[in-house]
């Protein structure tokens, strides 16, 4: 099996749990009785135990201090077997971040750390092990956190060993020259790095700066999602709805699931999406988190890689139709999921080879009682597996839609009059007859 190596800082992240009980009389602070301790891996240490929990083989290439911070690191990647390669040397402070918390909401951040600048002796033994294990790998991840292990040298060694080795390097860095990472096939800066990295805000502008270094770019957005060039075109994918707790490892998470896709020959724009749903899950944690198999698998039965926007749906329709398939689409509220749609939904599917379903916004619902919330409605239909796409659409009739996707079929219950439906040029327009037993969601509702 192929694995990933990642090298980069380490660092512990320790996350001490109370209560505020009262303001202390020395001093106006709460004062945080102490209920309970937990250590986790930060950094690059982060990214390669995203990795794993993917059921990725990975090796973690770093330096460290021989203080506690250093072996608590040692012991968290033994529990999840990540081999390791951490060069020790007495002169380093291993980062060490120590987060006190009450009530999910953090009170105080105390950091352990100093820049430092690796020595000749360290980067020759760091590079002499990596040199021995690339081989094994298809994928190398530079995690720099601009805490001193990637200078600007070391960079350009760990590229060049690379290339001959004919790797694909990620690279997700805090500094704001990225020339010594030219030749990386993909680089993830969030949105302010990348501002900070091409002087400018606007996302075309900073994948123009980066791509003259890098062959691809994904800019991660927070709560806007994440935008993406592959040197041809751009992709964006709006932030999954999610309770938001904590954003901390968030990136850390994207990395993994683009270096999984590339190991695994993906698109990236695929796996953008992918890295999109694990961001969802590993921010509705607190604390440093990963996102695991099972979860994402979850996830994905969910139904929760076929919610597209329109940009999206236009690129992916042109996908499909360039390799001959018949797109059908149906549209409505689906409030209430019952054996009639499951009728049309599945009767359609039987004459097309991918199936849009388009449905109703919330707002154009609000005159209606008893009404789903769209995130809800979107999924009990997304599960359906005879389902490839869901979209929202806020107008009366759904044919400006239909006319920026261009399907090739409008299906529709025979409950509709031909004259009523608004037709499009080119879209043909099927009517599916409904099941013996007259039903509907509000027939439902009022049971």
């Not at 009366?396 to 037709?423: A, E, R, V």
Request: hydrophobic share 40%; with cysteine; glycine share 6%.
């Amino acid at each position: 099996m192929s694995k990933v190596i990642v090298i980069g800082d380490v660092m512990l992240d320790q996350y001490t749990y109370g209560d505020v009980i009262r303001i202390s009389p020395e001093a106006p602070i709460p004062v945080l009785k102490q209920t309970s301790n937990e250590f986790k891996l930060g950094g690059a240490a982060n990214v390669a135990a995203n990795l794993r929990a993917l059921n990725v083989e990975v090796y973690l290439f770093s330096a460290s201090g021989t203080d506690a911070a250093a072996y608590g690191i040692d012991t968290l990647l033994e529990k999840v077997y990540i081999d390791n390669y951490i060069v020790k040397a007495v002169e380093l402070t291993t980062p060490h971040k120590h987060r006190f918390v009450s009530n999910n909401h953090q009170i105080l951040r105390v950091d352990t750390e100093e820049k430092f600048f690796i020595n000749n002796y360290t980067q020759s033994r760091l590079y002499n092990l990596l040199s021995q294990k690339i081989k094994d790998c298809e994928v190398l991840i530079i995690s720099d956190y601009n805490k001193g292990l990637i200078t600007e040298n070391f960079a350009l060694s760990l590229m060049e060993l690379a290339r001959a080795n004919n790797i694909k390097v990620l690279v997700d860095t805090k500094k704001t020259d990225i020339k010594c990472f030219s030749g990386a096939y993909l680089i993830t800066p969030n949105e302010a790095e990348g501002s900070k990295i091409a002087s400018t805000s606007a996302l075309d502008e900073i994948a123009g700066f980066c791509s003259e270094y890098v062959e691809n770019i994904l800019i991660t957005r927070g709560d806007k999602g994440m935008y993406l060039w592959d040197g041809f075109n751009t992709y964006n994918v709006k932030a999954l709805a999610n309770k938001l707790v904590d954003v901390s490892g968030a990136g850390d998470t994207v990395l993994a699931v683009m270096a999984q896709g590339v190991l695994n020959k993906i698109p990236l724009h695929k796996t953008m999406r992918v890295a999109n749903l694990a961001a969802s899950i590993v921010v509705s944690k607190f604390g440093t988190s990963v996102c695991t198999k099972e979860e994402l698998n979850h996830a994905i039965q969910r139904g929760e890689l076929k919610h597209y926007n329109e940009t999206e749906l236009v690129s992916l329709i042109k996908e499909w139709k360039k390799d001959g398939l018949v797109i059908g689409f149906i549209n409505g509220s689906f409030n209430l999921l019952h054996k009639g749609h499951l009728h049309l939904i599945k009767t359609a599917k039987q004459q097309c080879n991918k199936l849009i379903v388009a449905i109703n916004s919330d707002d154009y619902l609000l005159t209606y009682k008893n009404i789903q919330a769209f995130p809800n409605r979107a999924v009990n239909v997304a599960v359906i597996p005879y389902v490839d796409a869901v979209i929202v659409f806020t107008e009366s009739t759904p044919k400006n839609l239909i006319s920026i996707l261009k399907p090739n079929i409008h299906f529709t219950g025979d409950d509709y009059s031909i004259s009523d439906i608004k037709k499009v040029s080119n879209v043909k327009i099927v009517q599916i007859p409904r099941i013996t037993v007259d039903i509907s969601s509000t027939q439902i509702y009022s049971i």
